[in-house]
């Protein structure tokens, strides 16, 4: 969320972030929304000042003993006008609408660019596996070990589900108990989080309004979470945090629940883009002048993980046209797929500086300052536990079709070091 002054101080400023980010919003559209309003709270201001004199003279007239009827009358009349500007102004606000779905302005360094062949290759870590037998991907290998069975789970519940079983199930399971063990050893504290959450938790992360066709909704109004992210930076949500808590680290393990509503026909087969999926999220609260370092501590976190796993990854920062709505700077991590002979995401480590804070109201006050300030968030994915699967099995597997375990992996799997 913006803040209207520091558009209307800095116009050109707004215009340049927003030309960068290939948005069509302007400062001038916004600053006539925001003198309309102005025009509107003026007219509100009149009328509480009118209701205000008017109590004056119906209690002085009262002391003297006069007949007080026409004044209450007449004040009754202003209250029933104000009560349906207010109201107006609430349902009307077309400042707070438009404000709403306005993305991040992005960090100076973020490189410029329209998509995803614009981001910028930080490193390489780590070497591509090389086999002596042909390779096969997650689908082939995990269907011919009778442990992935999508043609069961399309009867249930239709496209992009999947039952894993047996060894297969107890491996994603041993890896999300892995990335939670290795996250605490890093400092974050493990939540178990609400899996559905209302309109407000949906808002203040950036879920809602612009993104609502992505998610799930129930009937009776609850939305189904996208990512831990929501139900965790929603801890600080109006409230002002006690300066010395911060920096607040936490990780969840959680189901994550997506319609895929913009990625028709993209990654239809296997598991890269399902409805359902499980993913640890890593999310930090800090103070402002914080958030640089404790992005690159998030991305460590994350890298963690797959250098334990003996994975070859890259590191990447997207550019503005590919960075998502809330964040003002991203690094991605990309895992190599043997089966698919390419780099395939598997981490989004993102800064969201105040821009989720100010749409939660979460702040916090310096000693001895009278004045509020936003806290700044941060989430990243660590990691994203079913594309972590895909990757040991296509970068771990033998030529007989079976999958060496990972040795950080053995002792969540009972001692198992092949799976067969």
């Known amino acids: 969320m913006h803040d209207i002054k520091t558009i209307r101080e800095n116009p050109e400023v707004f215009d340049a972030a927003m030309k960068r980010r290939g948005a069509s919003v302007r400062a001038d559209e916004l600053l006539a929304l925001d003198e309309e309003r102005r025009a509107k709270m003026t007219e509100l201001q009149k009328l509480q000042a009118e209701r205000n004199?008017?109590?004056?003279?119906?209690?002085?007239?009262?002391?003297?003993?006069?007949?007080?009827?026409?004044?209450?009358?007449?004040?009754?009349?202003?209250?029933?006008?104000?009560?349906?500007?207010?109201?107006?102004?609430?349902?009307?606000?077309?400042?707070?609408?438009?404000?709403?779905?306005?993305?991040?302005?992005?960090?100076?360094?973020?490189?410029?660019g329209a998509d995803e062949n614009d981001n910028k290759e930080i490193k390489r870590v780590g070497e591509k596996p090389s086999f002596s037998f042909e390779v096969k991907d997650h689908i082939a290998l995990g269907e011919a070990l009778g442990m992935m069975d999508f043609e069961t789970a399309a009867k249930i519940s239709g496209a992009r589900f999947v039952f894993l079983k047996g060894a297969l199930a107890k491996l994603e399971r041993a890896l999300a108990q892995f990335m939670l063990d290795e996250h605490g050893k890093r400092g974050y504290t493990e939540i178990v989080p609400p899996l559905l959450v209302k309109d407000n938790a949906m808002f203040g992360t950036g879920q809602l309004p612009k993104f609502a066709e992505d998610s799930f909704r129930t009937d009776n109004g609850y939305w189904l979470i996208a990512t831990s992210e929501i139900s965790l930076v929603n801890i600080v949500a109006d409230s002002i945090v006690a300066?010395?808590?911060?920096?607040?680290?936490?990780?969840?393990?959680?189901?994550?629940?997506?319609?895929?509503?913009?990625?028709?026909?993209?990654?239809?087969?296997?598991?890269?883009?399902?409805?359902?999926?499980?993913?640890?999220?890593?999310?930090?609260?800090?103070?402002?002048?914080?958030?640089?370092?404790?992005?690159?501590?998030?991305?460590?976190?994350?890298?963690?993980?797959?250098?334990?796993?003996?994975?070859?990854?890259?590191?990447?920062?997207?550019?503005?046209?590919?960075?998502g709505f809330s964040s003002r700077k991203t690094y991605d991590?990309?895992?190599?797929?043997?089966?698919?002979?390419?780099?395939?995401?598997i981490s989004s480590c993102s800064n969201c500086g105040d821009f989720q804070a100010r749409r939660m109201k979460a702040r916090f006050?310096?000693?001895?300052?009278?004045?509020?300030e936003f806290v700044h968030t941060l989430n990243g994915s660590g990691l994203a536990v079913g594309r972590t699967l895909i990757a040991v099995l296509e970068n771990y597997q033998q030529a007989d079709g079976s999958i060496l375990v990972p040795e950080v992996l053995r002792p969540y799997m009972g001692g198992v070091d092949v799976i067969g």
């Open 333 to 345: 991590l990309e895992v190599w797929l043997p089966g698919q002979d390419t780099f395939r995401e």
């Open 365 to 372: 006050k310096r000693e001895g300052s009278k004045n509020t």
């Open 243 to 323: 300066t010395e808590s911060l920096p607040r680290r936490y990780t969840a393990y959680s189901p994550c629940f997506r319609s895929e509503a913009g990625s028709a026909g993209k990654d239809t087969r296997g598991m890269i883009r399902n409805h359902q999926f499980t993913k640890v999220e890593l999310i930090s609260i800090t103070l402002p002048e914080e958030s640089e370092a404790e992005h690159e501590r998030i991305l460590a976190a994350a890298e963690n993980i797959l250098q334990k796993l003996g994975l070859h990854y890259r590191v990447v920062t997207l550019c503005a046209g590919d960075t």
């Open 53 to 112: 004199e008017l109590a004056k003279k119906i209690g002085m007239a009262k002391k003297a003993g006069e007949n007080a009827d026409a004044l209450m009358e007449q004040s009754r009349q202003i209250n029933e006008s104000l009560a349906a500007a207010e109201k107006l102004l609430e349902e009307e606000d077309k400042l707070k609408d438009a404000l709403a779905k306005i993305p991040n302005i992005l960090a100076d360094d973020v490189p410029d």
